[in-house]
């Protein structure tokens, strides 16, 4: 199933998972009340899940490409100083954003559901 595969890559007991994707708990007084989440609720429960997956994803894709990008720029900086050349033009580097909006294929990639995620939190900016 989808949920075994996800529980698995994701390192989570499948048991927890669907019962944190059906039900919800309802606090009465001192008593905690476990409630099952109908078919559209147990829907939304997964797309938000999804959601903060993909934006943890994203965030930790952008933090590890500045780094890269940082230590690369060090590198130069270093190398350009030594060299007796300008600091600066070794940093430089030019970068381009497509926001054109969300494309939807049958199977996105990585790539594609990078690009989509990027460009809907540039267009809350704008």
Excluded at 23 to 50: C, M, S
Aim: net charge neutral; glycine share 6%.
């Amino acid at each position: 199933s989808h949920l075994a595969s996800a529980c698995a890559q994701l390192g989570l007991d499948r048991a927890q998972a669907e019962e944190a994707l059906t039900t919800r708990k309802i606090k009465v007084g001192a008593e905690v009340i476990p409630k099952p989440n109908t078919p559209a609720e147990a829907a939304q429960v997964r797309d938000a899940l999804g959601k903060a997956l993909f934006s943890s994803l994203f965030d930790w894709l952008v933090r590890q490409i500045n780094a890269s990008l940082r230590a690369t720029s060090d590198a130069a900086t270093a190398l350009a100083k030594h060299a007796g050349g300008k600091a600066e033009e070794a940093a430089r580097f030019i970068g381009a954003v497509d926001v054109f909006g969300f494309e939807s294929f049958p199977t996105n990639s990585l790539e594609q559901l990078c690009i989509n995620f990027a460009n809907e939190r540039l267009q809350r900016l704008f």
